[in-house]
């Protein structure tokens, strides 16, 4: 198959990391591509957020050197992470920091450096912008404005309320409760600078992270202490706390906070106990989804709009900046009159190894809150136990692995296509 030297005209709906990895992704393989975003600003949302070299590979590629200091220069600058006993807060591993989740760093800051990046490329971003509904065969997305836009293909890149998705699907689909809620904190750390207890979390980058019973703690100290953040997960006990409310907005109790804190190290509790405010976060799933494409073939979803993460994989923006850049060179490869074999051969391309980085979040989860059940008293676990196991992700390279499997995926997407019958992902 040629490359196309005419410019697919392409659609990106939703500019937070996914949307704006597809963008980049896009333009740097030729394509003629334009952003579509329903928020009129941006904010500082959210807290730490991991970018593996999976994904800094990619962007620096994409956006230069100058883009792939700035991502790193965000995220924590400690070596090695800890992760230690609930009760004392003992050592029980220790392993390189890059071996958790790459660079970590605040979601609003690596949000704005990606938005920075689509604009110094030149890349045409409309804030305000609803898409209200699609139209799959054009295709085009209609907004709340009434305005119409045309495309060779639409990406929904819109998150884990998307809209595509609903299309792609064909009925709407509902979260389901993981069975866990997180409880988040963040704020400057000169909170803690003064109690003896916790001040050794803030003179330093530093990360660790406290395990127990069907629950853990992460800590996370950025820019030499001036910032830390705290997210406790746990598993929920109780019907009424598995009410679905996926909102990253939904106020935490600390007085439910405290509770948890019973048995603690007594250092990260003192911290904790200093928080001014959190945030309650109850932990969503969905099914994977049978496919990421649309009727028509012209509607495609990346992100976390068809293959979202939970917190523990510490890979959710890296596998979106991956599937933007399998799903541009699989455009480029097919060229404009082909669209239904590149976006067929991505979604194939891509969702075995989505699952397999979903799944390694689920046995970090299972692992951590299981490690220490039934432990004899005095006996030692195997540090290898608990550690995270995300580093066999970073080697690859998805634009490289694309090209080379290029020939077997859409050969075998272009016998289903000629016979109109689609397999399924699962």
Same mark, same amino acid.
């Given at each position: !198959?040629?490359?196309?030297?005419?410019?697919?005209?392409?659609?990106?709906?939703?500019?937070? %990391?996914?949307?704006?990895?597809?963008?980049?992704?896009?333009?740097?393989?030729?394509? /003629?591509?334009?952003?579509?975003?329903?928020?009129?600003?941006?904010?500082? *949302?959210?807290?730490?957020?991991?970018?593996?070299?999976?994904? %800094?590979?990619?962007?620096? =590629?994409?956006?230069? #050197?100058?883009?792939?200091?700035?991502?790193?220069?965000?995220?924590?600058?400690?070596?090695? !992470?800890?992760?230690? =006993?609930?009760?004392?807060?003992?050592?029980?591993?220790?392993?390189?920091?890059?071996?958790?989740?790459? +660079?970590?760093?605040?979601?609003?800051?690596?949000?704005?450096? $990606?938005?920075?990046?689509?604009?110094?490329?030149?890349?045409?971003?409309? &804030?305000?912008?609803?898409?209200?509904?699609? /139209?799959?065969?054009?295709?085009?997305?209609? $907004?709340?404005?009434?305005?119409?836009? &045309?495309?060779?293909?639409?990406?929904?890149?819109?998150?884990?309320?998307?809209?595509?998705?609903?299309?792609?699907?064909? $009925?709407?689909?509902?979260?389901?409760?993981?069975?866990?809620?997180?409880?988040?904190?963040?704020?400057?750390?000169?909170?803690?600078?003064?109690?003896?207890?916790?001040?050794?979390?803030?003179?330093?980058?530093?990360?660790?992270?406290?395990?127990?019973?069907? &629950?853990?703690?992460?800590?996370?100290?950025?820019?030499?202490?001036?910032? $830390?953040?705290?997210?406790?997960?746990?598993? %929920? #006990?109780?019907?009424?706390?598995?009410?679905?409310?996926?909102?990253?907005?939904?106020?935490?109790?600390?007085?439910?906070?405290?509770?948890?804190?019973?048995?603690?190290?007594?250092?990260?509790?003192?911290?904790?106990?200093? &928080?001014?405010?959190?945030?309650?976060?109850?932990?969503?799933?969905?099914?994977?989804?049978?496919?990421?494409?649309?009727?028509?073939?012209?509607?495609?979803?990346?992100?976390?709009?068809?293959?979202?993460?939970?917190?523990?994989?510490?890979?959710?923006?890296?596998?979106?900046?991956?599937?933007?850049?399998?799903?541009?060179?699989?455009?480029?490869?097919?060229?404009?009159?082909?669209?239904?074999?590149?976006?067929?051969?991505?979604?194939? !391309?891509?969702?075995?190894?989505?699952?397999?980085?979903?799944?390694?979040?689920? /046995? *970090?989860?299972?692992?951590?809150?299981?490690?220490?059940?039934? %432990?004899?008293?005095?006996?030692?676990? /195997?540090?290898?136990?608990?550690?995270?196991?995300?580093?066999?992700? +970073?080697? +690859?390279?998805?634009?490289?692995?694309?090209?080379? =499997?290029?020939?077997?995926?859409?050969?075998?997407?272009?016998?289903?296509?000629?016979?109109?019958?689609?397999?399924?992902?699962?």
């Amino acid at each position: !198959m040629s490359e196309s030297k005419d410019p697919i005209k392409v659609i990106v709906i939703g500019a937070g %990391l996914g949307g704006c990895a597809a963008a980049l992704a896009m333009k740097h393989h030729g394509h /003629d591509v334009v952003v579509y975003e329903k928020l009129s600003r941006f904010k500082r *949302l959210g807290d730490s957020l991991g970018l593996g070299e999976n994904a %800094l590979k990619l962007l620096e =590629r994409w956006g230069g #050197s100058g883009l792939y200091q700035r991502l790193t220069s965000i995220g924590n600058q400690a070596e090695d !992470m800890q992760i230690r =006993r609930w009760s004392d807060g003992k050592i029980l591993a220790q392993q390189p920091l890059m071996d958790m989740a790459g +660079y970590i760093g605040h979601r609003g800051d690596y949000h704005e450096a $990606f938005l920075q990046a689509v604009r110094d490329a030149g890349i045409p971003l409309h &804030t305000g912008s609803e898409v209200v509904a699609f /139209d799959e065969d054009k295709p085009s997305v209609i $907004f709340a404005d009434g305005r119409e836009e &045309t495309a060779d293909i639409v990406i929904g890149a819109d998150g884990i309320k998307s809209k595509a998705r609903e299309l792609v699907l064909g $009925f709407t689909d509902a979260p389901k409760s993981s069975g866990y809620s997180c409880f988040r904190a963040y704020f400057p750390g000169e909170h803690l600078r003064e109690d003896p207890l916790c001040r050794d979390f803030v003179d330093h980058d530093c990360v660790n992270i406290w395990i127990g019973d069907d &629950t853990h703690l992460v800590q996370n100290t950025l820019r030499d202490g001036k910032e $830390f953040n705290w997210i406790i997960t746990r598993k %929920l #006990s109780h019907e009424a706390d598995m009410e679905i409310k996926e909102s990253w907005f939904q106020e935490g109790d600390l007085d439910e906070v405290r509770k948890l804190l019973v048995g603690l190290d007594p250092r990260i509790a003192a911290a904790v106990k200093k &928080t001014p405010s959190c945030l309650d976060w109850k932990i969503c799933y969905r099914d994977p989804l049978p496919t990421w494409v649309s009727k028509s073939h012209r509607i495609a979803l990346l992100g976390d709009s068809c293959h979202p993460h939970l917190p523990t994989s510490a890979q959710g923006a890296s596998q979106a900046t991956e599937s933007g850049a399998v799903l541009a060179v699989c455009l480029k490869l097919a060229g404009k009159s082909n669209i239904p074999l590149a976006t067929r051969t991505y979604e194939k !391309m891509r969702f075995p190894r989505t699952r397999l980085s979903q799944r390694n979040g689920e /046995d *970090l989860r299972d692992r951590w809150h299981s490690a220490l059940k039934n %432990l004899d008293e005095g006996a030692e676990i /195997d540090p290898e136990s608990v550690k995270m196991r995300n580093r066999w992700l +970073y080697a +690859y390279d998805a634009e490289q692995d694309a090209r080379d =499997r290029w020939e077997e995926v859409s050969s075998q997407v272009a016998e289903e296509l000629r016979v109109g019958k689609i397999t399924t992902l699962c």
